[in-house]
């Protein structure tokens, strides 16, 4: 995943971007980078590690000599950036935000047709901006090269990019997965997927950008250089768990859309008569708490907080690189209230089920705090298929994720045939996995949302939707 944000004004934008940026450390964990142009001393880059140390004490100390009237900057989960390229187009510094699945495909082939040497990382993959940006430069204008872009690649890319000039050419990718906001101000205007990262800077809302649509950012406004598409696919996982609770979009707040879909939750277990009888209802810190809160309000069952996150130095459990590390944190940071759990029959929301690491800890933590019964309820469907477009499930495999290792067990290849029955809790396959689940993770009784709920929740034109990762389809 990975979150962006730039900003053009007629004075100085130095702390706008880093604070900017900042207000995106939600959405990666790994890299972060900032890019500014000044009339005077030209382009100046920073990239820092942000895998132990948060952004902002990684970036401090550069800012205090950097100056700038236009920036552009990213936190990500992959390669290290913004870059800064030499073309025929100019120098400009870009970054892009998405994955390209079929990148080695389109390196080769540039790279034999022109003879060409492009930089890779230490495991011998390219640089999947650089990439972008020796594509974007085939073309005889960015805006061409962008358009061009979009229809090589395979997967979803967002892109930035800092022109010479000191203008930002902001493009929304080809489906809209991601947001891309533009906000306005008097000295300048500014580019951001979440748009409460510059509200909290003075901006307003000035305009979302279309799928696949490009404008050009100047201090005094934005021009359109190629028109949006017609169809949109924006993540339903951004509403579901990687959303900040300020966020919105499509004009659908987050923390509104999780105490609906909590709320959807509870009516349809009602209405099944499967809500089991607990003292408490509680959410798995930070982004099952306001799925836990709808659900408590529907099912009048009270809420509490048996856990709390403790989150000064590890804020996200997947943080580390080492897996025993990450799961120490993962049962390190939940820090328990013993009154709330010894004894206590406790029904928790999480917002979603990817590796099960978490999940299996945070369980296994409550037991050992003397929980009379422990029941789970997860805030999407079972996740099947690994993300093709963001880059948020553990690698390009799908039989990294924990349903499809338990249809596995289950099955074995032959029940890979059936991934759609078992994705299906009225069907008989389905069933058999929540049931072979909640022995995993030895739970009272374990419930997950529909793919209806959560898009009822979500309340858009579900045809707006990306669900691959629960239904494969795209």
């Known amino acids: 995943m990975g979150g962006y944000f730039g900003a053009a004004s007629h004075s100085q934008i130095v702390l706008d971007v880093f604070f900017g940026v900042d207000y995106h450390s939600h959405l990666g964990t790994k890299s972060a980078g900032l890019a500014f142009w000044d009339r005077e001393k030209g382009f100046r880059k920073d990239i820092h590690s942000i895998s132990n140390t948060p952004f902002r004490a990684r970036f401090e100390k550069d800012i205090e000599d950097r100056t700038g009237t236009s920036g552009i900057g990213c936190i990500n989960d992959s390669d290290p950036q913004p870059i800064i390229v030499r073309s025929q187009l100019g120098v400009y510094g870009i970054l892009t935000t998405g994955i390209i699945r079929n990148a080695e495909e389109l390196a080769e082939k540039y790279m034999a047709e022109h003879k060409a040497l492009l930089s890779v990382q230490s495991s011998g993959r390219v640089n999947m901006t650089e990439l972008a ?75 979302e950008l279309g799928p696949g649509e490009i404008v050009r950012i100047t201090p005094d406004g934005w021009e359109m250089l190629s028109p949006p598409g017609e169809k949109t696919r924006i993540c339903a996982f951004l509403w579901s768990y990687y959303g900040y609770p300020n966020s919105t979009y499509n004009n659908v707040n ?12 509870a009516r349809n277990e009602e209405q099944d008569m499967t809500m089991p009888e607990v003292d408490y209802v509680a959410g798995v810190p930070d982004s099952g708490i306001a799925h836990a809160i709808g659900y408590s309000g529907e099912s009048g069952i009270p809420y509490a907080r048996p856990l709390i996150k403790y989150t000064p130095t590890w804020p996200r459990s997947f943080m580390p690189d080492n897996q025993d590390v990450r799961n120490q944190v993962a ?23 990817v590796r099960g690491t978490q999940l299996r800890e945070t369980v296994d933590f409550i037991a050992e705090m003397g929980a009379e019964e422990v029941h789970v309820r997860i805030a999407c469907p079972p996740i099947m298929y690994a993300c093709k477009y963001l ?49 995993r993770f030895r739970l009272d009784s374990l419930g997950f949302q529909s793919l209806d709920g959560l898009l009822e929740a979500i309340g858009i034109d579900r045809d707006m939707i990306c669900t691959y990762c629960w239904t494969g389809k795209e």
Do not use: W
Request: charged share 30%; with cysteine; hydrophobic share 35%.
């Open 133 to 207: 940006a020796v594509l974007i430069n085939e073309e005889p204008t960015i805006e061409r090269g962008i358009v061009r872009l979009g229809r090589l690649i395979q997967g979803s890319l967002t892109v930035l990019i800092l022109c010479p000039d000191g203008s930002i050419i902001a493009s929304r990718d080809r489906m809209g997965r991601l947001p891309v906001h533009i906000g306005k101000r008097d000295d300048g205007r500014c580019v951001s997927l979440e748009s409460f990262a510059y509200q909290k800077l003075g901006y307003e809302d000035e305009h």
């Open 391 to 439: 880059n948020f499930s553990p690698g390009n495999d799908d039989m990294g994720l924990f349903a499809r290792k338990i249809i596995q067990e289950i099955e074995g290849d032959e029940g890979q045939k059936h991934v759609d029955e078992y994705a299906d809790a009225g069907t008989e396959r389905g069933r058999c996995l929540i049931k072979t689940m909640a022995e």
């Open 331 to 353: 049962r390190m940071k939940q820090i328990p209230v013993q009154e709330l759990i010894s004894g206590k029959r406790l029904l928790f929301i999480d917002d979603s089920i």
């Open 254 to 265: 987050v923390e509104a859309m999780r105490y609906r879909n909590g709320e959807i939750m």
